[in-house]
Each structure stands twice: as C-alpha cells, then as structure tokens.
C-alpha cells in the first residue's frame, strides 16, 4: 500500500514538472522578440496602429477621443469577465515603462513584461504575423499619444480558466510563431492584401468558427462565425454566394470604406469600429485587402460548432 502511495505521489509529481515545464511562457519562439533598429516611421505605424484595430477594444468606454487608450471595457462570458488593459503610454497604469522588445514579445508570443501568458482574447495568434519592423512602428506611434491613468481591473474568471500558466498548452496547439511569408506567385497588391488581413487586421479572429479548444478551424476559416459580442455571428467573408461571391472589387473597398453593403445597408454592432479604422487606412490598403479577400477558396457559411469558444469567450 505504501509503495503504491508513494507511486501515485511521484507521478503526481512528475506529471505537475512537465506540466510548469510545457506551459512554460519562455517556450515561445526563440528571437521572437527581437528589436529590428532603425528609426521609427510614425506614419506606418498609425496605419498598422488602425489596421491593427487597437482602439476598437482599449479605448476608454464613454468618451469620444477613441486615442485615449486607458482599456476598462469589459467582455462579459460564460467563463467570467475579461478587461481589456490600458495600453496608453502611462508609465504606471499602461505600456510607457515598456521597451520596443516587450511591445514585440507582447504582440507575437502573447507573453507580458514580467513572463505571463496573456489571455488569446488578445489575437496575438494574427498579430505574430506582422513584422518586427511594423511593430516597431505601431509602438512609436502608441508612444505619441496621451498617457491615461487608471488601471484595468483584473479579469475576473472561473476556476480553471483563471490558471493563466495553463494557456501555455494552449499556445502549444495555436501559436506557430510564424511571420508572414509573401507568395511569390502573386502581385506585390495581393501580398499586401494577405498581410493586413491575416496579420494586423486579424480578420479571421471573428469570421471564422472554433472547435472545443477555441482554435480556427482551417477548412472553414473566413466562413464566419459568433460575434464578439455575443450577439448574432459575424458573416461569411469568402467570395461563396453567402459570403461575398457577388462583389465586386469596388464594392469590398467601400464598405471598409463608408461600412456601406451593395444592397444600400450599413455595417453596424462591433464591425462598425472595425470600418471606422479601416477608413482611416490608404486607399491602396483597402484595395489590397479587397483584391486579397475576393481571391480567397469560396466556403459555405459555416456552423459554430456546438461548445467552440467565440472570439470574446475565449480564455
């Protein structure tokens, strides 16, 4: 009885070592976070910080200057309540005690300062596609805005969605560590195009459905999926006949334009912010994004598979 207590205790042991060790933050990718030099260009970096999104989620709620970046907004799921953190140069309560090497492990690995996972309600899965000179530029930019006191409480989850360490398995599934490689078969617009939208943009992240774990599916990726805020879905983005399939070019560069649809409608709940910086980008941005989405494998609109996470659900 003995040895077998003392069997099961060791491998009680055991199994907790290679757990800390594979959910370990510091298994990421090695020189993910690598500074690239050089000088920051300000207006890159605006427009990676729009096409990036950034202040759609951690603008502070209830005032009109969208560039006060204080967070507090609270994404309230089934697994608890998330709030999105203050990113404002604030060098207490936001990221201005950051360097440029935190900023870049932040946005690939989902890794903060002081070695903890971040939650994947931050899309770090899309934005370790950007390159390191783009974040650079986005947190030149970030720097130049106004420092906003006050920090975001807590999250607030359930148990065992509150054991942060446990996103490292997590990562382990869906987190490559890959940067965007151009295909050399397409024109330097689509290549553009296939950047913003599967890295800063972070397209996918809503419009595609997730399996039980909270990944991607592949085969159904763009086909849309349940909105952020739990209300409704977000639509097919393929070039399918639920999707986009009768667009043409012009028509997907004005809705990321005006938010205007072919059929005289209007964007509205939370793809309305996401025109509102889409707006704000280069007209040959929003060409390229078009001419990329359009090219995509036509998908039927796809079914949320029954208990996936959603983009806002996801711990």
Same mark, same amino acid.
Request: charged share 20%.
């Given at each position: ?42 207006? !890159? ?7 990036? =999104? ?7 709620? #209830?005032?009109?200057?969208? $560039? ?45 300062? *002081? ?29 130049? $805005? ?9 999250? *607030?989850?359930?148990?065992?969605? !509150? ?5 490292? $398995? ?15 078969? %397409? ?7 296939? /950047?913003?939208?599967? #890295? ?10 997730? !399996? @039980?774990?909270? =990944? ?14 739990? %209300? ?9 006949? *639920?999707?986009? #399939? ?6 997907? @560069? ?19 912010? @996401?025109? =509102? !910086?889409?707006? %704000? $980008? ?9 001419? /990329? ?23």
């Amino acid at each position: 009885m003995r040895r077998a207590l003392s069997a099961v205790v060791g491998l009680a042991i055991i199994g907790a070592g290679a757990f800390w060790v594979a959910t370990s933050p510091a298994l990421t990718a090695s020189g993910a976070d690598e500074a690239p030099g050089g000088v920051p260009d300000l207006a !890159n970096g605006e427009a990676m910080f729009y096409a990036g =999104g950034c202040t759609s989620c951690h603008a502070t709620p #209830g005032q009109d200057d969208k $560039l006060r970046l204080g967070g507090g907004h609270a994404l309230e799921t089934t697994f608890g309540t998330f709030h999105v953190p203050n990113i404002s140069p604030h060098p207490r309560d936001g990221i201005g005690a950051w360097s440029e090497a935190d900023f870049i492990r932040a946005m690939r690995q989902g890794v903060s300062p *002081d070695g903890e996972h971040y939650y994947p309600a931050f899309p770090y899965t899309s934005y370790q596609r950007m390159a390191a000179a783009d974040l650079r530029d986005m947190f030149a930019f970030i720097r130049t $805005l106004a420092p906003v006191e006050g920090e975001a409480p807590a999250h *607030d989850l359930a148990f065992p969605y !509150n054991i942060r360490r446990g996103i490292g $398995l997590w990562k382990l599934a869906f987190l490559d560590g890959e940067a965007f490689q151009p295909d050399a078969s %397409k024109s330097a617009a689509w290549n553009r195009g296939a /950047y913003l939208v599967e #890295g800063p943009g972070h397209c996918a992240e809503c419009h595609s459905p997730r !399996n @039980v774990l909270g =990944g991607i599916i592949a085969e159904a990726r763009f086909a849309g999926g349940p909105s952020p805020d739990g %209300k409704g879905s977000a639509p097919n983005i393929t070039p399918s006949p *639920d999707g986009i #399939g009768g667009w043409s070019k012009s028509e997907v @560069v004005e809705l990321l334009t005006s938010g205007f649809t072919p059929e005289f409608d209007s964007v509205g709940s939370t793809m309305a912010p @996401v025109v =509102g !910086n889409t707006a %704000k $980008l280069p007209q040959a941005d929003r060409e390229a994004m078009a001419e /990329y989405l359009l090219s995509l494998p036509p998908r039927p609109k796809a079914t949320q598979q029954a208990g996936a996470l959603s983009p806002s659900l996801r711990p």
